[in-house]
């Protein structure tokens, strides 16, 4: 008997359910941990990509800084690049420049390492000495062969103006009409600030001013001008947007264009800059994360009632140290966005792919 009870204690004592070894404990651990979401990791996923800038190298007195690039526009096929001064570094009343975009395609398709843009003889018909306090140009836009451009002056407070005239389709001048010059009147009293924008649609031209934040300027709009005869027609409302707009694209067909919008910190006071609700809604990039200033592009909508933002995001630039300050922007069709600074901090075409 006693014999049977130790066969049954040692049978059901094999039947019993082992217990973990500490390896085995500390596996399933493991595992259970790695299942769990990563804070960290799921902050990296979340944050916007940015997009890198490539430089079109330029060859000809455009690498210089003091060409001061403030506007491009597409004429048919060719890019047309104005300096602030066009009269900087010429005889008269100075040049604009042009590139094929063929060349600039070639450039991006590693066909070709430098560009020399062509020089277009620029006849400003005695404007520039009738507006006191000139302070140079500003933005262009073509329509068929008529020209666009708006210039800033400051005779006593800012002020902006519109000016037209033709360019020849062989491109042997631009000329502006001596007897065409409207004025804009900047929507705040800023200093060095006037309508830097152009946004051309099929039946009308539009200007923004510079600055259109919140405590700047509590009711942005766009100085409206019937197409081609420049008769002004009622400003239309514009959305508020922290930071400066420095230019615009065409619109598309369905009205949509974009426009930089660049901040250099030192301005802050200036253009009394408040909360960024754009980088709120969508979240900086990595760069944008470590830097103050901001360089990006962002997507408009022109209807009936006014223009508003859309709701892509915007396109942020991976930033460098240093500030680089846009002010020239155009489609390049099928593929992203040319960009170009002024002389901040020195003279660079630019190339964004849409993301």
Not at 23 to 40: F, H, K, N, R
Not at 171 to 180: G, K, P, Q, W, Y
């Amino acid at each position: 008997m006693k014999r049977l009870l130790i066969l049954f204690l040692i049978f059901a004592s094999s039947c019993a359910a082992p217990t973990p070894s500490p390896s085995l404990t500390q596996a399933l651990a493991s595992t259970a941990v790695a299942a769990s979401p990563v804070p960290l990791t799921a902050t990296i996923q979340s944050q916007p990509k940015e997009q890198a800038v490539t430089i079109i190298s330029l060859s000809g007195d455009l690498q210089d800084k003091k060409a001061e690039v403030s506007g491009l526009a597409w004429y048919k096929d060719t890019l047309i690049i104005m300096p602030q001064y066009p009269s900087w570094k010429s005889s008269g009343d100075g040049r604009l420049f042009a590139i094929p975009k063929a060349d600039i395609v070639a450039f991006l398709d590693g066909r070709v390492t430098a560009i020399t843009p062509k020089a277009i003889p620029f006849f400003a018909s005695g404007i520039t000495q009738k507006i006191k306090g000139y302070q140079g140009f500003e933005a262009i836009a073509f329509k068929e062969d008529r020209v666009y451009m708006t210039i800033e002056a400051e005779p006593g407070g800012m002020m902006g103006y519109l000016v037209s005239g033709t360019i020849k389709p062989d491109l042997s001048e631009i000329r502006l009409d001596a007897n065409v010059l409207i004025e804009m009147k900047p929507r705040a009293d800023v200093s060095n600030a006037s309508n830097e924008s152009l946004m051309l649609m099929t039946d009308r031209l539009i200007s923004f001013y510079e600055g259109n934040g919140a405590k700047l300027n509590p009711k942005p709009v766009g100085y409206t001008f019937a197409l081609p005869t420049l008769e002004v027609m009622p400003p239309i409302p514009f959305p508020n947007i922290e930071y400066r707009i420095t230019d615009a694209t065409a619109a598309d067909a369905d009205g949509k264009f974009w426009a930089i919008n660049y901040f250099f910190p030192p301005e802050s006071v200036k253009y009394k800059t408040g909360e960024d609700a754009l980088a709120k809604k969508f979240d900086k990039g990595a760069t944008h994360a470590k830097q103050l200033h901001v360089e990006r592009l962002v997507e408009f909508q022109y209807a009936a009632g006014g223009i508003t933002l859309t709701n892509t995001p915007p396109i942020q630039l991976q930033l460098e140290n240093d500030a680089r300050n846009w002010e020239g922007i155009a489609r390049l069709e099928g593929r992203g966005f040319l960009i170009a600074t002024d002389e901040h901090p020195r003279t660079i075409l630019g190339f964004v792919p849409v993301p």
